[in-house]
T-cell receptor, first 112, second 113 residues
Framework: GESVGLHLPTLSVQEGDNSIINCAYS??????FIWYKQESGKGPQFIIDIRSNMDKRQGQRVTVLLNKTVKHLSLQIAATQPGDSAVYFCAEIPLTGNQFYFGTGTSLTVIP | KAGVTQTPRYLIKTRGQQVTLSCSPI?????VSWYQQTPGQGLQFLFE???????NKGNFPGRFSGRQFSNSRSEMNVSTLELGDSALYLCASSRQGGDTEAFFGQGTRLTVV
């Protein structure tokens, strides 16, 4: 089966600092990747996505980087705010399927 | 526009019972996927429906089943509940599934006692 993992289960950052959350995936044929944010008591919320033909994509305060050579995905959050505290999941979607494979998540805590 | 709606939000059942959960996708979305989320296990894929047909199924026992109606609303059913079925059940809708952005509902928190 697919394997999507996260390097660090928890991350604490000072408010205003930048955060980097990492994700490793195993299927080199995966075509599409998504980062989700899940706050306590809520469902996952779409943050940003990237396709395999791209290396970088930027959103509002967030950047996703894709390194296909080492099968690594990262989410960068600029000027982290207390409202960014949540669990972040990366999801991998293989080219041949309709199924999302999620990592176990990284818990981000922003210290005021 | 309205988001993904899951009902009920919370549910308590006893072992051996069955349960039906409902998911109403975003208007215009034809794909609905179901996931089970437990502490330490992350999100485990259950199944995905598109235009009333199950297109993909995860590694769950046959006690877990689902269906999708012509209006794209979906239900999942779990029969003969076990304590280990206690989890947050999430559904996600997208226009086509697979390579398109998926939006999640708030989930149904099922507790089996």
């Amino acid at each position: 089966g697919e394997s999507v993992g996260l390097h660090l289960p928890t991350l604490s950052v000072q408010e205003g600092d930048n955060s980097i959350i990492n994700c490793a995936y195993s299927n080199s044929a995966s075509d599409y990747f998504i980062w989700y944010k899940q706050e306590s008591g809520k469902g996952p919320q779409f943050i940003i996505d990237i396709r395999s033909n791209m290396d970088k994509r930027q959103g509002q305060r967030v950047t996703v980087l894709l390194n296909k050579t080492v099968k690594h995905l990262s989410l960068q959050i600029a000027a982290t705010q207390p409202g960014d505290s949540a669990v972040y999941f990366c999801a991998e979607i293989p080219l041949t399927g309709n199924q999302f494979y999620f990592g176990t998540g990284t818990s981000l805590t922003v210290i005021p | 526009k309205a988001g993904v709606t899951q009902t009920p939000r919370y549910l308590i059942k006893t072992r051996g019972q069955q349960v039906t959960l409902s998911c109403s996708p975003i208007s215009g979305h034809r794909s609905v996927s179901w996931y089970q989320q437990t502490p330490g296990q992350g999100l485990q894929f259950l199944f995905e429906y598109f235009s009333e047909t199950q297109r993909n199924k995860g590694n769950f026992p046959g006690r877990f089943s689902g269906r999708q109606f012509s209006n794209s609303r979906s239900e999942m059913n779990v029969s003969t509940l076990e304590l280990g079925d206690s989890a947050l059940y999430l559904c996600a809708s997208s226009r086509q599934g697979g390579d398109t952005e998926a939006f999640f509902g708030q989930g149904t928190r099922l507790t089996v006692v």
